[in-house]
């Protein structure tokens, strides 16, 4: 092997014995391979006009042509119609006819009504109706927001007050109204004009406690953010 190796190296590796002559390949066909003729096939053959099978053959032809041993693949044979698998059946549609009620009522689907609406299961409950009433213009929250910053008294007292519910009771009309709510009273004169569900509404809980019915209509309101420039004092227990 290593003579093998020094005998490609040229000097002073190769063996002083070995020739300096680079080896050449020399490729042997068999006798029956060898052909003269540059038109032939490598068989030999040259009266070999078989086209070449199209399309090509799968691996289970393939070994089919290789065992029966012939060197150029067989043309697939073509199936007809009468050999070939039949086609799925076609599928069966509904025929709609207008007024009438479609298939789908006796698959238990309930059926569209006219041809635009949404299934009955894909609709929603109608809403709760809002209460809410047309504010007078000039009276939105922006507007209420405006009028809580702009210095105007909207309390009507000096000072905040220990509030009872007896004094709590004597400001229950409209151009006086008091109420409380978690504990605060709050004079609520000015923001009955600004209440989106309506004077008549916040008049229900004039000079008495409003907290539960507050919650009970719209616990998520803010009432004392905005009502904190209305603060009057505290609701205190009759002595
Ligand atoms: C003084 C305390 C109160 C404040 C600050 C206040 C504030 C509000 C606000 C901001 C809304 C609009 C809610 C929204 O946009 O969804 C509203 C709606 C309403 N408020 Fe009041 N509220 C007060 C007291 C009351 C009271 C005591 C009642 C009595 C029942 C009442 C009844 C309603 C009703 C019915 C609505 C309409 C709800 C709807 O959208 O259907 N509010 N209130």
């Known amino acids: 092997m290593a003579s093998y190796i020094r005998s490609w190296l040229p000097s002073p590796w190769a063996a002083a014995d070995q020739p300096l002559s680079t080896p050449t390949i020399v490729a042997e066909l068999p006798e029956s391979e060898v052909d003269d003729d ?45 050999d070939r698998m039949p086609p799925p059946p076609m599928p069966t549609l509904p025929t709609r006819t207008p007024g ?27 809403a709760k109706k809002s209460r809410k009433v047309a504010l007078a213009p000039g009276h939105g929250p922006l507007d209420w927001a405006n009028l809580k910053k702009s210095g105007q008294d909207l309390r009507g007292v000096d000072s905040i007050q220990r509030i009872t ?35 008549k509404e916040l008049l229900r809980v004039a000079g008495r406690d409003g907290t539960k019915l507050f919650s009970s209509t719209h616990g998520w309101v803010n009432a004392d953010y905005m009502l904190d420039e209305c603060l009057v004092g505290f609701l205190v227990p009759e002595p």
């Open 100 to 126: 009438v009620p479609s298939m789908s009522t006796s698959l238990g689907v309930p059926a569209i009504r006219g041809s635009l609406a949404p299934p009955l299961s894909t609709t929603k409950a109608p």
């Open 165 to 199: 519910p007896s004094e709590l009771k004597r400001h229950n009309k409209k151009d006086d109204v008091w109420s409380a709510f978690n504990g605060k009273v709050y004079n609520i004169t000015w923001y009955l004009p600004y209440h989106p569900g309506g004077e």
């Open 38 to 82: 540059d038109t032939a096939t490598i068989r030999g053959d040259d009266d070999d006009d078989e086209p070449p099978a199209f399309p090509s053959l799968n691996s289970a032809q393939r070994a089919d042509s290789s065992s029966q041993n012939t060197a150029v693949p067989a043309v697939p044979r073509i199936l007809s119609d009468s």
